[in-house]
């Protein structure tokens, strides 16, 4: 159980400075040192930011990242990387990112890259929010079959979930190797999986999860990310929660994340059912808009969610990453949320 009420958090990704988008399109001309130091500043950026707003947890923002999982692939053996979009001109969506062709046996024997960043984050953040009351640091995985989506099935592999089996040894290794960094809150990011689960066996998504935890549960924070999509501010599956339960309450995590605020709080009931088995992580900001969510509606919706939960359960933090999300704007939303948050606090009885 949260020992600290109504915590408030992120998922994952944050905005891009505006400096490393330009500096990342012309990468050639930069040295490795150069390189390192330009991932170093981004970092710097993003925790600068998140503790500024004075989130309770902050992550390295995957500012090092192609997306919240593209650049996984690069770590892969055993495949061959999509070179162009499938599709490029009309709207921005999801079928505009190609698959890869696997090739091979599926291995990552340089990991996948998580305990690196990991590493970096810890370093800036012990100069950066250094000190008493310093934010928890989280690193996030996406899970293998949210992995899996990108892979282009083979005779090795005939199906997703061939695909899924191949990769969940090499990001259950990784989630160890983090845990050994001294990583103490891990989010394993599974949106395909709340995506797809009115259409699937959503017990088969529980296996799946339970089997890549297995070995840090107890070890770590376990959170896990379920949404619908945020691909350019985009969403891509049946976007109701009902069909993930009752089977994903027997995850083996302590914090389990919904998207509620794209949605306009449709099925709020259910954090109720979540949050008598783990702390319910509630999206009260919502990334796919520009409106500016106010202390005032943060206000508002963290009192709804506690006619669901206890205080002692819930945790804040918008819909999804904020990848998608202009920095400007990403500010201010989570400032407001951090707000908001410690206003209802300062209400809650013994405070």
């Known amino acids: 159980m949260n020992a600290h009420p109504l915590r408030t958090s992120v998922i994952g990704s944050y905005p891009f400075p505006g400096w490393l988008e330009f500096s990342s399109a012309h990468l050639g001309e930069f040295g490795t040192a150069d390189i390192a130091e330009m991932q170093d500043d981004a970092v710097a950026v993003a925790v600068h930011d998140q503790a500024a707003a004075g989130l309770d947890v902050i992550t390295d923002g995957e500012q090092t990242r192609f997306d919240f999982n593209l650049s996984f692939y690069g770590y892969l053996e055993g495949i061959e990387l999509e070179s162009a979009s499938p599709r490029r001109f009309g709207p921005p969506a999801h079928d505009q990112r190609g698959?890869?062709?696997?090739?091979?046996?599926?291995?990552?024997?340089?990991?996948?890259?998580?305990?690196?960043?990991?590493?970096?984050?810890?370093?800036?953040?012990?100069?950066?929010t250094g000190g008493d009351g310093a934010p928890t640091l989280k690193a996030s995985v996406p899970g293998p079959y949210t992995l899996s989506g990108r892979l282009l099935p083979n005779s090795r592999y005939p199906d997703r979930w061939s695909l899924t089996q191949a990769l969940l040894p090499i990001v259950r290794r990784e989630l160890e190797e983090l845990v050994n960094a001294g990583c103490r809150e891990i989010s394993v990011d599974e949106p395909s999986m709340s995506c797809y689960a009115f259409r699937e066996d959503p017990r088969r998504f529980v296996d799946i999860f339970n089997r890549t935890v297995e070995p840090v549960v107890g070890r770590t924070r376990?959170?896990?990310?379920?949404?619908?999509?945020?691909?350019?501010?985009?969403?891509?599956?049946?976007?109701?929660?009902?069909?993930?339960?009752?089977?994903?309450?027997?995850?083996?995590?302590?914090?389990?994340?919904?998207?509620?605020?794209?949605?306009?709080?449709?099925?709020i009931e259910l954090i109720a059912d979540i949050a008598k088995k783990f702390d319910v992580a509630v999206?009260?900001?919502?990334?796919?808009?520009?409106?500016?969510?106010?202390?005032?509606d943060i206000v508002e919706r963290v009192k709804l969610c506690l006619r669901h939960a206890p205080a002692e359960r819930l945790v804040f933090?918008?819909?999804?990453?904020?990848?998608?999300?202009?920095r400007w704007a990403a500010k201010q939303k989570l400032a407001h949320m951090v707000e908001g948050v410690k206003r209802v606090r300062q209400e809650l009885p013994g405070s």
Not at 109 to 128: D, H, S
Not at 283 to 296: N, P, T
Request: proline share 4%.
């Open 222 to 267: 376990l959170c896990t990310h379920l949404c619908f999509g945020n691909f350019k501010g985009h969403a891509v599956g049946y976007r109701r929660i009902a069909p993930m339960f009752p089977a994903f309450l027997d995850f083996h995590c302590d914090e389990m994340h919904v998207e509620m605020a794209s949605r306009e709080f449709a099925e």
């Open 99 to 128: 698959r890869h062709a696997v090739t091979g046996e599926l291995a990552a024997p340089r990991g996948l890259g998580a305990v690196e960043e990991f590493k970096r984050l810890q370093r800036i953040a012990a100069v950066t």
């Open 283 to 296: 999206g009260i900001v919502d990334v796919k808009s520009y409106y500016i969510e106010s202390v005032e």
């Open 317 to 326: 933090a918008p819909d999804c990453g904020l990848s998608q999300t202009a």
